[in-house]
């Protein structure tokens, strides 16, 4: 499945040097574009719980998604929005 996410604070090519090589990491993810002027990550995922990790993962180091389109299982041609606010501790 494909995802489209925008990110807090990428903003430099080492920012997406970062992102690239710690999603890496996770099995099953491909990332397609990392768009700095938008703040965006287009990648593709196998199943839900690859995508949680990866929004864990994107969490963890720094980048959370604030906003992401991806499709839905029942219906691959919709799209489904979450919008996810993080609690900095």
Not at 3 to 21: G, M, V
Not at 33 to 54: C, G, H, R, S
């Amino acid at each position: 499945m494909k995802a489209i996410a925008k990110l807090d604070h990428l903003k430099t090519d080492e920012d997406k040097r970062i992102i690239t090589r710690n999603l890496s990491r996770i099995l099953n993810v491909r990332i397609l574009d990392i768009d700095l002027e938008n703040k965006t990550i287009f990648f593709l995922y196998a199943n839900p719980l690859t995508f949680q990790q990866v929004k864990q993962e994107l969490w963890r180091i720094g980048y959370p998604i604030t906003l992401c389109k991806y499709p839905t299982t029942q219906n691959p041609h919709v799209h489904q929005h979450v919008s996810d606010n993080y609690e900095v501790a």
